[in-house]
């Protein structure tokens, strides 16, 4: 599936989706009104994560913990250097207070990356259920950027600590 950014997700495009989602669970739908409620809900928490919170090495505030869906850590634990449709990331992020705070995540949506156009990034930096995200698009330039160094833009090491 492809998905430019900018274009709005219409009445069919949400349709395809949910049937996506619903296929399968544990691929989070790249469009911001779905993902930020299957983060609500909490649909990555059966994803394999990282042990503990930790400080970020990058700009997440101020700890964070990184979950992998089923498809990305196969891919990762494989060696691959192009991880496939459907793979994603979800990470937390919790403020000084030690509380979830928002979540960044990046879902790849096409075969090939193509300096991060592949990869739908996300995140939003409250908890709040009508917070406006900071990213929700593919390609994000400020989050590929930073990514681009990562194994197919995967920047956690793997395997997870
Ligand atoms: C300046 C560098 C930088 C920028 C900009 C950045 N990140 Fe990250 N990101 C990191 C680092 C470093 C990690 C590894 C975990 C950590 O230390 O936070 C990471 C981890 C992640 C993860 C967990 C999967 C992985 O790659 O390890 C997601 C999802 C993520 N970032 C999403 C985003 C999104 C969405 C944006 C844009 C809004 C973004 N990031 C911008 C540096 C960056």
Known sequence: MKFLPGIACTALCAAVLSAAAAG??????????????FLGTGGYLTWARESRSHRSAGPHPVTVRTYLNPELKASLAAGNQQHP?????????????????????AIKTEHRSRVGKGWYWYEVTSTEPGARPVAAANGVPLCAN????????????????
């Open 24 to 37: 399968n669970p544990d691929s989070p739908p790249a469009e911001a009104t779905a993902l930020r409620q």
């Open 85 to 105: 449709v459907g793979a994603a990331a979800v990470k937390e992020l919790f403020g000084e207070d030690g509380k979830l705070s928002g979540w960044a995540a």
């Open 146 to 161: 930073c990514h681009a160094p990562g194994n197919d833009f995967v920047l956690s090491p793997f395997p997870l600590r």
